[in-house]
Every structure is written in structure tokens, then in C-alpha cells.
């Protein structure tokens, strides 16, 4: 069964650049999971889930319009892992960041990560 774990620093100041990474262990993403789809998804204080990007099998990488802009999702095979990058932060983005699967863009996601607090403040 897969499982997932977000790795990452909790306190980020304004303008700088958000770095995560999510690892994916009981198997491969190149193998076991190649169709799979890994989403990052986020919850800020107070609010409902916002969806951020996915990338696809192919890497293809599809993001929210709103973060567009902003927002950078990669793999790293040889780690196992998918990363997240958001640039020029600001105290909207604190939030509790998840990472997670699915089997499409836009699909249901059947596994997540535990959550990881982010807080942006100087």
C-alpha cells in the first residue's frame, strides 16, 4: 500500500520561496505506481481544501490558474519523491500542505500524506 509523508520547513518568510517534498514509500513511483497522478493540495486556516497542481505519469505538470504563476511540482525519481515549490510567499499561504495520489487529473485522491503545518511570518 502506498504511503506518503511531506517533508519540509514550518516557518517561511514573506517573499521567499516554499520548498517541499513528498516522499513515497511501499513502492516505486517509476514501477509499482508509474500511472499514478501526484497532487499537492493545501488547507489555510479556517478554509477548505485548494488543489495546487498535479503532475501526470508523463510529468506533465497542470496547476491551479490562481497559482499558476507561482507554482513548480517536480519528480525525483532516484529519491522516490515529488517536490513543491511556491515562490514570493505571503502570509495567505500559511496553510496545512498535503501531498497525495490519484489516478487522473482532476480525480479523487485515494491516498494522502499526514499534512504539514507551513507558516509564513517574518
Known amino acids: 500500500q502506498v504511503q506518503l509523508q511531506e517533508s519540509g520547513p514550518g516557518l517561511v518568510k514573506p517573499s521567499q520561496t516554499l520548498s517541499l517534498a513528498c516522499t513515497v514509500s511501499?513502492?516505486?513511483?517509476?514501477?509499482?505506481?508509474?500511472?499514478?497522478?501526484w497532487n499537492w493540495i493545501r488547507q489555510p486556516p479556517g478554509k477548505g481544501l485548494e488543489w495546487m497542481g498535479t503532475i501526470a505519469p508523463s510529468g506533465n505538470t497542470y496547476y491551479s490558474p490562481s497559482l499558476k504563476s507561482r507554482t513548480s511540482i517536480s519528480k525525483y525519481t532516484s529519491k522516490n519523491q515529488f517536490t513543491l515549490r511556491l515562490s514570493s510567499v505571503s502570509p495567505e499561504d500559511t496553510a496545512v500542505y498535503y501531498c497525495?495520489?490519484?489516478?487522473?487529473?482532476?480525480?479523487?485522491?485515494?491516498?494522502w500524506g499526514r499534512g504539514t503545518q507551513v507558516t509564513v511570518s517574518s
Open positions: 497525495a495520489r490519484s489516478e487522473r487529473v482532476g480525480g479523487s485522491c485515494d491516498y
Open positions: 511501499g513502492g516505486s513511483i517509476t514501477t509499482d505506481y508509474f500511472y499514478s497522478y
